[in-house]
């Protein structure tokens, strides 16, 4: 039975980190994912990464913007920490490998981004994520003797000791479908958000929830599960992300007038005014009926006002992208993009070290929610917040680990839970719906009701169909009967996971009733801080999810009205 | 791929035929076909997505993103590889034989798992192991950033893009033949590194892949991986900027006899024009002189060498005129050749093709005003500028690009003249 001081459940960005600071702090680490860490999603991630390392620019500023983007739902002693921290971490991150674009005297060249005062995003053409992910593979690849890998491994579920500690995990091999107890004197969740509960979405389809609904089963509370993040420019078709950098380097969005709309809403930013707001301006437009494209379902993007040689080189992957899945040359036309599901502010609730409120648990990443985006998260802070706060995790696992004892703990009923419970998926009779539907019709449920509006009658619906199709999961039937790479079981058992997610976000908005951040309800289209400037935390209780509030900390930046 | 973006197209049929594997049935691998409606510009993985959802959960494929970034899902469509995610229906159609069925396997040069997944650590990741795929940072770090020039970043960028598919690793000609050449994907790693002006280890690291049997003189130079790549990061190119640095810049001479074979190549073209068949073995061991031939290395390597000659003579493959007198060509034509030398070889510095610099092919066709590129002083590459204003940076560093782009756009083919194809 393997046994290490930290395992780290997820290798994209903050799992790397965390699994390298564990390390270098002395602790024995294993990291564990369920697909080949460069698969992860971080990888997908394209503008940049925020940090004040400007000579010009100051922590202050880029925390006040991040409070502000958040809609003061951020907690702001997290942010100071975050922003804080953050241009240390960037050159810790150049010093390491990562080939950021310079400007003509050498230096980290920055660009603009949504909801920032200033150029403050430093990037990797618009492959940043994918930069970030491969040069700390790299590390982990030279750190082979101090972190060992589980690639390919997909934990089931977390083991809880005699106190209700975390004292390890059972996950099963994905090529030869053993299954197998790991155990850890801590746990770093990193695995990261859960995209798929909603269809369709920019996020991968590995992107299923497991962090968050793992640490929802074991007792910890979710916070901000409500704020969802619609990016605003998506393809129409597949929900592609095209990145935010395009606007960062100069492109306009257009209505079917061919008028730029955002001087309605955000008069001084225009298309770099937080994604909640350009998200919503651009649903405006479509809602009223001056979209473009087939059914008016959709704004252009245009990138044509960026020069072209630009474009090529630092908008690559985009042109790419432009091409290959929307057959459009956005150095020549304006490509046609919506808002998608992108992103979830809201995750297990931790402290600035990784924390959970279960002991030797912590989580790091989208899975977490410390929370520093609160409301919104500006865009390139993402980056920012995998490594900060994965390194932090890290560093406080091993040094905690380091003055505790082995973990005692009881692994044999927990492996022969899970194995038969696998089993009897696998054993199942083609009876009621296969995983797929399901999976389908949660997906489009939720990307009707609880979207960029959201109303009362509409997040009830969805959660009803939540409840249906969670009683529908329970027989859905999969065809794989093999052990090795039966990715049809593991479909269902992220199923489960997604059912978890879905749940706490309809609940915390059915909640909410105000517009923050993210969400918008049209019955009640206004902030309300006297009643609502604080978190909402959805534990699972034993008959189904528990709402309860929590303190939004502020430590120097009251609260005002928002404009772009 | 032009299509409008707002096209509605129609659904149609496709069918899948699909490479299956169950290791765990004891039988052998067998073709399974499946039937799905979708657009036309949709893609392979969609179908295959399609399948699995309606038909078959059990269908076995790696992937996620959908967007060619996650490079998970590379596969084998119609005999060539590719990401399924980054196939379009039509397009694959279009590939198909006679019966227009899709045909799907998975990648080759890598054992198969299960139906498309094969088993990338056994082979791609321990080449990539193999070129010290990290940093070797100058010392002492820079309490800020390295500062390096702004090309050189862009430059690795290329490298930097690749997603780590194995697509290129799947049809490497030279791994099939030799399974141990560190190949394609790994070597483009390595340039990653070579290229990074923050690395301190460039001729160590050139030393030891050229040195290696299996390293950079390895390549065949066949453009299979050029091919396959679908983020366009050229790993042949890299390779044969490995092998130039290696040569141009550190003087490196292998014990693959690499570095010689190519400088035969190159000379025996531009003092003929052609290719001198004959003179290529006794002028790779001897050097490039008459009495090159008489070396002992060239003459154990004739000796060795002796079999096949025979046999290229009896079968009428080589004539002893052929043997003893080089190609003729018109001596204009000559003179062209020896031009292109000239130009190549007069230039202060290596002029290298980057896709992430100098935009796609087609814009290599339109030049703007001929100015060297990296070499050159700054005063030719943009014009001076007084206060770089936020507004203009863009603007201005664009123009530093179509210098950068100019410059190659206007650069013959480099790998006309300093290279040769190598067949060891």
Not at chain 1, 1 to 21: E, F, K, S, W
Not at chain 1, 313 to 336: C, H, K, S
Not at chain 2, 80 to 107: K, N, Q, W
Request: hydrophobic letters at 40%; charged letters at 25%.
């Amino acid at each position: 039975m393997p046994a290490h001081d930290v395992l780290i459940i997820g290798a994209g960005l903050a799992g790397q980190r965390a699994a390298l600071a564990a390390a270098q702090n002395g602790a024995s680490v294993a990291i564990m994912s369920k697909v080949h860490p460069v698969r992860s999603h971080s990888v997908a991630a394209a503008g940049g990464i925020n940090a004040a390392i400007s000579i010009d620019d100051d922590w202050h500023s880029h925390a006040y913007d991040t409070v502000k983007g958040s809609d003061y739902l951020g907690d702001q002693d997290a942010i100071e920490v975050m922003c804080s921290e953050a241009p240390a971490e960037v050159m810790h991150l150049e010093h390491i490998g990562v080939t950021f674009h310079r400007n003509d005297k050498g230096e980290m060249d920055l660009r603009a981004f949504g909801g920032a005062s200033m150029k403050r995003t430093a990037y990797v053409a618009d492959i940043t994520g994918q930069a970030m992910l491969h040069v700390l593979y790299e590390q982990l690849m030279k750190h082979h003797e101090t972190v060992e890998r589980f690639e390919e491994w997909f934990t089931t579920s977390l083991l809880l000791d005699d106190n209700g500690r975390c004292a390890g995990v059972i996950a099963r091999d994905v090529r030869s479908g053993t299954l197998e107890a790991f155990t850890a004197k801590n746990v770093i969740l990193a695995c990261g958000g859960a995209g798929q509960v909603y269809k369709p979405t920019t996020n991968g389809l590995i992107v299923t929830g497991d962090g968050i609904a793992l640490a929802y089963r074991a007792g910890a509370p979710l916070m901000d599960m409500e704020m969802v993040q619609y990016h605003p420019t998506c393809l129409v078709e597949t929900g592609i992300l095209i990145t935010e950098g395009a606007r960062g380097e100069g492109a306009h969005l257009l209505n079917a007038n061919g008028e730029r709309f955002m001087e309605k809403s955000a008069p001084n930013k225009m298309e770099l005014a937080s994604r909640d707001v350009v998200s919503r301006a651009e649903q405006i437009e479509i809602n009223e009926g001056r979209g473009v494209g087939p059914h008016g379902a959709g704004i252009f993007l245009d990138v044509t006002v960026v020069p072209r040689r630009r474009t090529l080189e630092a908008l690559r992957e985009i042109v790419n992208l432009g091409r290959d899945f929307a057959g459009v040359d956005i150095t020549r036309e304006p490509i046609m993009i919506r808002p998608g599901q992108h992103y979830i502010m809201g995750g297990v609730k931790t402290d600035v070290d990784g924390r959970t409120s279960i002991e030797g648990l912590y989580a790091a990443g989208e899975v977490a929610c410390v929370s520093v985006h609160g409301g919104n998260r500006l865009g390139a802070n993402s980056l920012l917040d995998t490594l900060i706060f994965g390194r932090r995790a890290g560093e406080d696992a091993a040094a905690r680990a380091a003055a505790m004892g082995p973990p005692r703990v009881e692994t044999l009923a927990p492996l022969r839970a899970d194995a038969e419970r696998i089993d009897a998926i696998i054993a199942r009779p083609h009876q009621g719906r296969r995983v797929s539907e399901i999976k389908a019709e949660l997906g489009e449920a939720m990307n009707r009701h609880a979207a960029v509006f959201r109303d009362e009658e509409g997040l009830q619906s969805a959660l009803q169909t939540v409840a249906r199709l969670r009683e529908e999961a329970e027989t859905a039937w999969i065809d794989d009967r093999g052990t090795v790479f039966n990715q049809d079981v593991l479909g269902a058992l992220e199923l489960g996971f997604l059912l978890d997610c879905a749940e706490a976000t309809v609940v915390a908005a059915l909640e909410r009733k105000e517009s923050r951040g993210a969400q918008f309800r049209t019955d009640y289209p206004a902030r309300n801080d006297a009643e609502w400037l604080k978190h909402i935390d959805v534990a699972l209780g034993p008959d189904g999810p528990v709402v309860s509030y929590s303190p939004v900390t502020i430590t120097q930046w009251e609260p005002e009205e928002r404009k772009y | 791929m032009t299509e409008a973006h707002d096209r509605e197209g129609g659904i149609e049929s496709f069918t899948l035929r699909l490479r299956r594997y169950d290791p765990e049935s004891g039988e052998a691998p067998y073709w399974d076909e499946h039937t799905v409606e979708l657009e036309a510009h949709r893609s392979v993985l969609e179908a295959i997505l399609q399948a699995r959802d309606r038909f078959d959960g059990s269908i076995g494929i790696r992937c996620s993103c959908r967007q060619a970034i996650c490079g998970s899902c590379g596969v084998r469509v119609n005999g060539e590889p590719a990401l399924a995610c980054h196939t379009h229906l039509d397009a694959a159609r279009g590939g198909s034989g006679a019966d227009g069925v899709i045909e799907i396997e998975p990648m080759g040069n890598m054992p198969v798992i299960k139906d498309l997944i094969v088993d990338m650590d056994e082979v791609h990741w321990k080449k990539i192991q193999r070129v010290t795929p990290w940093l070797l940072a100058k010392q002492p770090v820079p309490e800020r950033e390295y500062l390096v020039p702004r090309e050189s970043m862009v430059d690795v960028t290329q490298t930097m893009a690749c997603i780590q598919c194995g697509a290129c690793v799947s049809d490497c000609l030279a791994m099939e033949v030799d399974p141990g050449f560190i190949g394609p994907a790994a070597l483009a790693k390595a340039y990653r590194f070579v290229g990074d002006p923050r690395d301190d280890q460039q001729y160590e690291r050139l030393n030891d892949l050229a040195q290696d049997p299996q390293g950079i003189f390895d390549c065949t130079h066949c453009f299979k991986c050029v091919e396959a790549c679908p983020k366009d990061v050229n790993p042949m190119g890299q390779i044969m900027r490995l092998r130039r640095v290696a040569i141009a810049d550190h003087h490196i001479r292998d014990h693959n006899n690499g570095e010689r074979h190519e400088a035969a190549f190159a000379t025996l073209i531009k003092d003929n024009g052609l290719l001198w068949e004959a003179e290529l073995l006794p002028r790779s061991y001897g050097g490039n002189s008459f009495f090159g031939k008489f070396a002992p290395s060239a003459a154990k390597e004739l000796l060795s060498s002796l079999p096949s000659i025979f046999k290229a003579l009896a079968r009428g493959k080589v004539t002893l005129a052929g043997a003893l007198k080089p190609h003729k060509i018109p001596s204009e034509d000559l003179k062209a050749v020896q031009g292109i030398y000239d130009k190549v070889e007069g230039r202060e510095r290596r002029y290298e093709l980057n896709l992430y610099i100098s935009g796609s092919d087609e814009d290599n066709a339109p030049v703007v005003p001929e100015q060297a590129a990296v070499g050159a002083t700054p005063s030719t590459v943009a014009p001076p500028r007084p206060d770089p204003g936020p507004p203009s940076a863009a603007e201005e560093e664009s123009v530093t690009h179509q210098g950068g782009a100019g410059a190659d756009a206007s650069a013959d083919d480099p790998e006309a003249g300093s290279e040769g194809s190598n067949s060891q």
